[in-house]
């Protein structure tokens, strides 16, 4: 076994101790450092992954680290850079024992991590929980807060729940296919199954109920919106960010793996799944007058688009709605990153979150309001930013493989979003503020903030080269299929 | 050609004033205005260059440019996506009037006081859209831009727009705003299905138009998917009845936002069916020609009959462009090259008529603060060349020989008596409805005895004039003149598949 393949893990683990420890026996640290020491210790595990670019092994059957691993590493690390830098503040102001706050951050990251390089079930299942054990706690972590501890309690059990959904559905599988191992489950499926077929299907079926709560696909999503109001600020943005983007890492190597030999199984359970995630979604968010249910909503809507790209997949199709589908993962997180911070800077200097609380914001600070709107018709797919070419890039990839009729939905969701994105802007712009004073905008913050929405109009002008990257990370994913395939037997 | 970068500099020209104008502290509202106006003569002179290189002789798309965007990637094939620019007999005339109406818009833009930086910036983000819709041979990005033109109109009427009060009921500019968005963009949502559907079955790997042009798509196809793009890019250009967007809309917007969505807006929507729904699918366009037509004919008569029953000025306007919409559609339903020529013709006619009109109405709004058309009277004696502008515009909508009006006008009638007789007919009747509600409006208002509550009005500012005298100067020379239009329109229309 190679150890050294999982060096930025390590590092994340062991920055992890020094940050809880730093906070413990240096009082006079100030708090908000640690932030930026967390940061460093994401950024650092980030770099140091770029050495496994274009390279592929495989530690033990266990993990694989290859294109599609280290795309996620970098993926999560910048999610979890850009989190610590923005819960600064917030932390500092109104959160007790920071240095456990920023340990458990970068712990998520490996549990999403390992999610994506998992080659077999139960490490993915371990990773699961690892990540998932990580933001239940930080989702109560405002310790005299009921609502946090609310969202907390109501995460976690219902989280549990559908983590032995999971497992039971994965038990089922493994129970019918007699291997844990993802390509030895593809070879077995690509054989002769109707001797097993029930028995398997109804373990697909649990599996996707298991992840449709990870990724907060409706009828899974009922924590959503709680858990996103009640959580500490740069939790929600945390949550919203790296569970879905970690569950449709899971999703793509269970479905686009494992599972693709099946497709024509379950690709129309998943259109359905995607249906009415993206109409419940928007159509609600448009009900929502609290910037978090609203924000908690329109991600499910999100979410209704990108299980497209899973509904796309084909037993001997291209890989593109994969591709497809992490570009716009991609897009998404930085547009909601880019939206949560805008309104994180906003709550920190008036603990408002409430949409009317918007209103006359580009009065009173012109650049954050300048930002959330970019952010909000990034959202809504608005051309110049990224939700533009992402979403058509992912309806287009749909709309090959038969799926005209879900593009045609989703398209019309996204008026709908739309709409709601254009009452807050509404807020922001056409009111006049209640108070006339101008809100400052700290420097950190504000460096955030640009440098997100660099990313946003990045993506949305010049898509070449993260489209590149995603292809290669999802060929890295494909090609191993092909391979199992062709040969006949997974390692 | 090389001198594809001309097209290009008309979208980065309003690209990078933007940028200039953000970097100008909102204070210099006098600078903005400088800056605002170099670029929109730039953009005049750009187009006008366009406009007369362009070599009618060889006619199809001149100009060429391709950067390549996206390709080699998921379904994209070679030049998957290109920034391909050039331009047709169809597109310069278009091209031309976009330049004239941003640049008199900006000079009416001047008095904008509040917040007149971020109305700049939109303004320009606005008119690169438009540009880039008229220039694009792809459709991604004819999409792109298309879009575009949609993403600042909510700001720009909902910020600077203004509402209107019947007594009984307020349209508030928030309302025109949200309408006229959500129905754009809704009417592209269909378009986005269509052209889905076109790289599906064209199965090229690119959004090319010119390669997507030479696939031949089945009957059956064509018959489905063109009323996507009939219906869907039919909606800004006015289709009845999912028109409804456009008076309300164009009402509470302010008087450059009015001037380019109803003088340019619009056309992008005409321009949308012709460049995509008729040069794809040529079968298509001839199985839903006879429903393109009733609808353009209703809307022509019923945008004339609202008009005349309108108390406001700016809602006559409003309803006369969708009359005046109308007449292009009915000119492409058509389908033969008089009828369609007409079309393209209309669509700068119109531009340039409306244009004015709205920039009329907004100095006589500026003014007095109201656009009651009944409280006014005898104007002429305090702003005669106010009451010339005024007149000569609504003379060019009814279609008095001498004026742009007419050219496209008559061409239109002639195309539809050849086919259709009847159409050609009522399509009279609405020029007769439109010299009624014109002419009793200039009577009302601007003659006869003055109403001394407006004894105080002024004559325009000279900016206002100079602004209509540029418009003004094109209708004329069009109506005089049309030869440069039409030999480069006729051309090109010629080489549209299934116009003849």
Same mark, same amino acid.
């Given at each position: ?26 009082? $006079? ?19 140091? @992954? ?43 102001? $109104? ?312 593009? @045609? ?28 004073? $101008? ?53 | ?10 979208? /980065? ?24 106006? /170099?670029?929109? +003569? ?62 008199? %818009? ?27 819709? #008229? ?9 792109? =831009? ?42 592209? /949502?269909?378009? +986005?299905?269509?052209? =889905? ?23 059956? #196809? ?68 006879? &429903? ?11 945008? &004339? ?20 919409? %109308? ?63 005024? /007149? ?17 006008? #008559? ?12 159409? %050609? ?64 329109? &006729? ?10």
């Amino acid at each position: 076994m190679d150890w050294s393949l999982l060096v930025p893990e390590y590092i994340l683990a062991g920055w992890a101790a020094m940050v809880v420890s730093l906070d413990l026996f240096w009082g $006079r640290l100030r708090k908000e450092q640690l932030a930026y020491v967390a940061a460093a210790g994401a950024l650092t595990a980030t770099l140091v @992954s770029l050495i496994w670019v274009n390279d592929s092994a495989s530690f033990g059957n266990l993990l694989q680290v290859d294109n599609y691993t280290t795309f996620f590493r970098i993926f999560f690390g910048l999610i979890a850079f850009f989190i610590c830098l923005a819960s600064a503040q917030y932390v500092k102001d $109104r959160l007790l024992h920071p240095g456990e706050y920023y340990a458990l951050i970068l712990l998520t990251v490996i549990g999403g991590t390992y999610m994506a390089a998992a080659k077999e079930l139960l490490t993915a299942y371990i990773s699961l929980e690892l990540l998932s054990f990580s933001l239940y706690v930080l989702t109560s972590y405002a310790k005299f807060d009921l609502k946090s501890n609310e969202a907390g309690l109501k995460y976690m059990l219902l989280g549990a729940f559908s983590s032995a959904i999971f497992l039971y559905g994965m038990s089922l599988v493994y129970g019918v296919t007699k291997t844990t191992s993802f390509a030895g489950i593809a070879t077995t499926l690509s054989g002769d199954t109707s001797g097993i077929a029930f028995a398997l299907f109804l373990g697909i079926v649990l599996m996707i109920a298991g992840l449709g709560f990870k990724v907060a696909a409706v009828p899974f999503h009922m924590w959503t919106p709680d858990a996103y109001e009640g959580a500490p600020l740069p939790i929600t943005v945390f949550i919203s960010a790296i569970s879905k983007a970690a569950g449709f890492a899971l999703f793509l190597k269970l479905f686009g793996r494992a599972l693709l030999p099946m497709a024509d199984d379950w690709r129309w359970i998943i259109a359905g799944l995607s249906t009415a995630t993206m109409v419940l979604g928007n159509l609600v968010a448009i009900q929502q007058h609290n910037i978090k249910r609203l924000l908690a909503y329109s991600s499910i809507g999100q979410v209704g688009f990108m299980l497209m790209g899973i509904a796309a997949l084909t037993p001997h199709g291209p890989s593109d709605p994969a591709s497809a589908l992490l570009l716009h993962l991609t897009g998404y997180v930085i547009t909601n990153l880019a939206a949560f911070v805008c309104v994180i800077v906003y709550y920190n200097q008036t603990g408002k979150d409430e949409i009317a609380d918007f209103g006359g914001l580009a009065e009173r600070a012109p650049f954050l309001a300048l930002c959330l709107t970019i952010a909000l018709f990034s959202l809504a797919g608005m051309p110049l930013f990224a939700g533009f070419t992402t979403k058509f890039i992912l309806f287009q990839a749909a709309a090959q493989q038969d799926l005209l009729w879900l593009s @045609s939905i989703a398209v019309f969701m996204s008026v709908v979003s739309l709409y709601y994105c254009l009452g807050i802007i509404k807020q922001m712009y056409l009111l006049e503020p209640m108070e006339k004073v $101008r809100l400052p905008v700290p420097r950190m913050e504000y460096a955030v903030v640009a440098a997100l929405i660099v990313g946003v109009l990045l993506m949305g002008l010049y898509p070449q080269p993260l489209f590149d990257g995603v292809e290669n990370a999802t060929s890295a994913l494909f090609q191993a299929t092909q391979a199992a395939a062709v040969t006949g037997v997974g390692p | 050609m090389d001198s594809g970068w001309l097209l290009f500099a008309t979208i /980065a020209v309003p690209l990078t004033t933007a940028l200039i104008i953000m970097a100008i502290p909102s204070t210099y509202k006098q600078q903005v205005r400088w800056v605002a106006t /170099a670029a929109g +003569f730039t953009m005049f002179v750009l187009s006008v260059i366009i406009f007369a290189l362009y070599n009618y002789k060889e006619g199809g798309l001149q100009f060429d440019l391709r950067l390549c965007w996206l390709e080699n990637v998921a379904f994209l094939g070679k030049d998957g996506i290109t920034l391909h620019l050039a331009v047709d007999g169809i597109s310069v005339p278009l091209v031309l009037l976009t330049g004239i109406v941003i640049f008199s %818009g900006c000079l009416i833009s001047w008095s904008i006081e509040y917040r007149n930086k971020d109305f700049f910036i939109l303004l320009m983000l606005l008119v690169s859209g438009v540009f880039g819709v #008229f220039q694009s041979a792809d459709l991604f990005f004819l999409f792109f =831009f298309y879009e575009l033109a949609v993403l600042p109109m909510y700001l720009l009427i909902g910020v600077w727009g203004s509402s209107t009060d019947f007594g009984t009921y307020v349209r508030t500019k928030e309302y025109g705003a949200m309408k006229l968005t959500l129905y754009l963009v809704a009417g592209s /949502a269909l378009v +986005f299905i269509g052209i =889905f559907a076109t790289f599906v079955e064209a199965g090229k790997g690119t959004f090319d138009l010119p390669v997507l042009g030479q696939v031949t798509y089945s009957e059956t #196809f064509q018959k489905t998917f063109y009323p996507f793009f009939m219906v869907g890019f039919g909606v800004l250009a006015g289709l009845w009845p999912f028109h409804t967007w456009s008076p309300d809309g164009h009402v509470a917007a302010p008087t450059a936002v009015s001037m380019l969505h109803a003088g340019v807006l619009m056309k992008l929507g005409a321009y949308g069916i012709i460049r995509v729904g008729m040069s794809l699918f040529p079968e298509g366009a001839e199985f839903w020609a006879p &429903a393109l037509l009733v609808l353009g004919t209703t809307g022509a008569l019923y945008g &004339a009959m609202s008009a005349m029953a309108q108390r406001d000025l700016k809602y006559v306007v409003g309803y006369s462009s969708v009359s005046h919409m %109308g007449y292009v559609l009915m000119g492409l339903a058509t389908l033969n090259p008089i009828g369609v020529n007409g079309a393209v013709l209309q669509m700068f006619a119109h531009g340039v008529m409306t244009a004015l009109f709205f920039a009329m109405v907004g100095a006589i709004y500026d003014q007095a603060g109201v656009r009651e058309i009944w409280t006014f009277g005898g104007l002429a004696q305090r702003m005669p060349r106010f009451v010339a502008f005024f /007149a000569i515009a609504g003379l060019s909508s009814l279609g008095l020989p001498g004026l742009a009006g007419f050219v496209a006008e #008559f061409n239109i009638f002639a195309g539809l008596f050849k086919t259709y007789p009847l159409f %050609g007919a009522l399509g009279i009747l609405t020029a007769a409805i439109t010299a009624v509600y014109i002419l009793r409006l200039l009577a009302a208002a601007f003659f006869g005895p003055l109403n001394e509550k407006w004894a105080h009005l002024k004559e325009m500012r000279l900016l206002e004039q100079a602004a209509g005298a540029i418009l003004l100067v094109f209708i004329v020379f069009m109506g005089v003149w049309p030869a440069p239009f039409v030999d480069r329109i &006729a051309q090109s229309v010629l080489a549209l598949p299934g116009i003849g």
